[in-house]
């Protein structure tokens, strides 16, 4: 049986990518705790992210780090956070959410966005990625996580 995230990588169901790579995909979470708050999510459907193999755990906590440097800076908050929960999909996720507050961590605060908001939010992080030199992890569309 496959995961939701599964689906979204393989592009049964629609996604918001601002990254991608051999190991892992980053997108839009429908119910950003904050404008901007992205899953970064392994290809491989471990349940926990205990269970991924060293490398790819070390992989994924660099792309965060990534992608909050850019959400720093694509949305003017003064510092990014990181929750690795996994209860709700059990396929390995790292939620990178910029931060206005401690508040903003905390996951029951998630609100359906407007897909508006999120094609905006995503966008813009997309354009701080590239800015940042990112380009090889951007993928073509926001829509896939294709690289070319």
């Known amino acids: 049986m496959s995961t939701v995230f599964e ?5 049964q169901w629609p ?5 991608a790579d051999d190991v892992c995909v980053a ?12 899953l970064v999510v392994p290809r491989e459907p471990w349940a926990k992210w ?4 060293s490398d790819v755990a070390s992989h994924l906590m660099k792309v965060a780090r990534h992608i909050g ?25 790292l939620h990178v959410i910029p931060l206005t507050t401690e508040k903003d961590v ?3 605060h998630g609100r359906q966005a407007a897909p508006e908001e999120l094609d905006s939010t995503m966008e ?20 896939s996580p294709a690289l070319s």
Do not use: C, Y
Request: glycine content about 8%; hydrophobic content about 50%; aromatic content about 6%.
């Open 106 to 108: 905390n996951l029951a």
């Open 27 to 38: 997108f839009a979470t429908i119910a950003p705790v904050a404008p901007g708050h992205v």
């Open 7 to 11: 689906k979204i990588i393989s592009g």
């Open 15 to 19: 996604g918001r990518f601002v990254w």
């Open 50 to 53: 205990t269970d991924a193999p």
């Open 69 to 93: 440097l850019a959400q720093e800076a694509a949305f003017d908050v003064s510092r990014s956070g990181l929750v690795i929960a996994g209860f709700e999909v059990p396929h390995t996720h």
């Open 124 to 143: 813009a992080l997309r354009i701080q990625l590239l800015a940042m030199g990112h380009q090889s992890h951007v993928p073509t569309s926001v829509s």
